[in-house]
């Protein structure tokens, strides 16, 4: 009888909740969803990329409403099918399976890591973050209205001109939170620089080559401005990609599974000699500080990941290199928390099974590419290449805000569209 009650309050419940989503309307809710994403979200992680997950958070609370208010409303499929299909394996592509049998392994790393609680804890927020993404994308209603063609593009943009004035003056919110140094904002610029990527394949209509090509400058021109190396480097290696991926996308995606096998596979090689090669040659004495300090934490790190090849030492164990002393390392340069290098990163805390994992999920992603709406097959190459570029030269692999930004990306470009194709109409073609 208790539970009859229960169940008869919890049914009312739930139809008050859709009437409430009926009332709002899937049409407020949809833009909300979308604005969220595409405006929200760019501008506020120039101050904090930490409040990503929450943006996503946010956006997965106006997709869920959206699809009540749809279900309602449209007629169409109830939030808990909608959730289940989103969930369910034979709707994705392998390689998101292979995504969570990565994290999965990585948090049963967590039973031999160096500090299993860390471990556990962050293995666990890793998975809630890539079941969240899951559900947000399955549930995010598609892009219907022509004024979407470019509300990626805007937020972009938005992003980049606030970033520009903020880092070319001494006012504003970033002083007052990160100070003067520019620095300190690197994370959130290298989102941005990422995030650009699906803003470039969602923006679309006649005039898409021109925001495309002003975008691509005010973020260029904004990650000049900050100094990122990495993010620099990004953008220069993605554009080279996706110039490529214009005159073939076979070459581009050749090219990419090239770099990532090399990268994935001799990182830990790579990145000693790399370093042998700067102290032999004295080039390490004409570097900046930073990149100095850089060569000398890969060289540890590489040495430490040829420890343990095959498990490696288990999730978030580079953190206590040098804060504790640890049997059979020689460790000389203190604690630096994570290698700098994300895949370099994957070598030390899950050796060749993690590494073999990553590698696999980059093989898909890039097999998957032909399979999207052609004009957003080579920026998906220039995001890939983008992401390799930042993997090998800085951040750490299991930050929530760079697993997160990751799983968006993947999730923008592969975000349906219900409005035509980019085809001229008979005047224009005319003309």
Known sequence: MIWRHIADDARQWWRAIERVAA????????????????????????????????????????AVAFA???HV???????????????NPANHPWWVSCTLVLLVYAAASSSWALGPEMALEQSIKMISMFFAIMILHGLAPPLERQ????????GIALAALVLIFELSTNIGFRTAIYGPNPAYMNRSVVT????????????????RHWIRAALVVLVAVAVFISKSDSALLAIAAGLFVTSLALVSNRLAAIGVLVVAAVAFIAMPLTVQVMADLAAETGADAVVNLSTERRLEIWREFSQVALVHPVLGWGLESSRYFGMWDIPGVDWS????????????QIWVELG???????GLIMIGIVLSIPSLPGRRRSFAYGAITATLAISSVSHGAWQIWWICVLMLVVALFAVKEHYPDDTPPPAETAR
């Open 68 to 70: 009540l208010a749809a």
């Open 352 to 358: 060749a099974i993690g590494v073999a994992l990553a």
């Open 23 to 62: 009332t709002i309307g899937a049409k407020w809710l949809r833009d909300a969803c979308m604005t969220t994403l595409f405006v929200v979200a760019p501008v506020v992680i120039l101050y904090s990329s930490r409040s990503l997950p929450t943006i996503v958070g946010f956006g997965l609370a106006f």
């Open 333 to 344: 340069i203190g604690p630096v928390h994570h290698p700098h290098n994300p895949i370099l």
């Open 147 to 154: 004024a979407q063609r470019v509300g990626a593009a805007v």
């Open 192 to 207: 941005l620089s990422l995030l650009m990527w699906p803003t470039l394949a969602l923006t679309t209509g006649p005039y």
């Open 73 to 87: 409303t449209r007629g169409e499929a109830s939030l808990g099918r909608k959730i289940l299909a989103s969930l």
